[in-house]
């Protein structure tokens, strides 16, 4: 079974930084791909970052280009998501999970961790 746990979270004034984490297990292969999603309070959920484990490769939302970064370390099965410059219009519940099917991030995340609250006060 496919499981992904996120933490992390927190309160963080603007213009500061968090790092989150997503802790992967219960895969049998490696071809697969990590995003973060994120939701805030009567929006849609959005993509805001995702790493593919087939070739490292990154995507990144325009909204966060330049002030997030996502990485990998494969030997502890997780990937992070490191988060600076910090705006209030970044506070959501962030989500990781996982894509299984190509291992690209263009695929569908069919997996899905819990959630970690991001509160970002101005």
């Known amino acids: 079974e496919v499981q992904l746990v996120e933490s992390g979270g927190g309160l963080v004034q603007a213009g500061g930084s968090l790092r989150l984490s997503c802790v992967v297990s219960g895969f049998t292969f490696d071809d697969y791909a990590i995003g973060w999603f994120r939701q805030a309070p009567g929006k849609e959920r959005e993509g805001v970052a995702c790493i593919s484990r087939r070739d490292g490769s990154t995507d990144y939302a325009d909204s966060v280009k330049g002030r997030f970064t996502i990485t990998s370390d494969n030997a502890k099965n997780t990937v992070y998501l490191q988060m600076n410059s910090l705006k209030p219009e970044d506070t959501a519940v962030y989500y990781c999970?996982?894509?299984?099917?190509?291992?690209?991030?263009?695929?569908?995340?069919?997996?899905w961790g819990q959630g970690t609250q991001v509160t970002v006060s101005s």
């Open positions: 999970a996982a894509e299984t099917f190509t291992g690209w991030c263009g695929g569908a995340f069919g997996s």
